[in-house]
């Protein structure tokens, strides 16, 4: 495909869908609690967006069967929601991606249940820092690895791991677009950064080693060493020199 630069109308088209994003994650982040399934916050997912006259960007992408990706404690992206109970102690990661007049957006974040514990609620910190030290890096006329080694560099340095099988992404009428961006790698890699890039950016930080495998649902990923993992991510666009987040309210 290459990487598609966006004109500002298209720009202000994915700030819309970015802003509902940001509203479905504020919804499903506040009924987070012990006791709650997580099918249950697909199906308040579901009325958010019904609400906007939007669409779930994952709902049936190759398949996939949920309306949002929810990845508890030791799953690290593409969790299905479904009749697992939230339980106190364990931490979600809660992925949403919509469709609105034509364009994407794409989010996540991550949620304690109840009272967790020190270590939990320190990987979930420094896996925010994380992205937004690659937000911060996101400027126009430096290389992609600038994004990349920031967040590396963020998370090893707080003594976590990046995962470096999956990556965020280029976005805009499509979910996945060019380039990938990994999390890890060299200030000097990847195409320069220019005006009307919209990215993904997306850490996905484990308290243990990096490697992962993927479950027998074929869908879930989780660390291979069984330790926690945290997921934040936020679409952003290359304007005035520097990265804008569009998911926000």
Known sequence: MGIVTKSPDEIAAMREAGRIVAKVLQA??????????????????????????????????????????????????????????????????IDVGVKFKGFQGDAAVTVGVGKISPEAKRLIEVTEGALHAGIAAAKQDVHLGEISAAVQSYVEANGFSVVREYTGHGIGRQMHEDPQIPNFGDRSEGPVLRSGMTLAIEPMVNAGSWRTRVSDDQWTVVTADGSLSAHFEHTVAVTNGRAEILTVV
């Open 28 to 93: 499903l982040a506040g009924e987070v609690k012990p006791g709650v399934k997580t099918g249950e916050l697909d199906a308040v997912c579901a009325q958010v967006l019904a609400r906007h006259g939007a669409e779930s960007s994952f709902k049936n992408y190759h398949g996939y069967p949920a309306h949002i990706c929810t990845s508890v404690n030791d799953e690290v992206v593409h969790g299905i929601p479904g009749d697992r109970t939230l339980c106190e102690g364990d931490i979600v990661s």
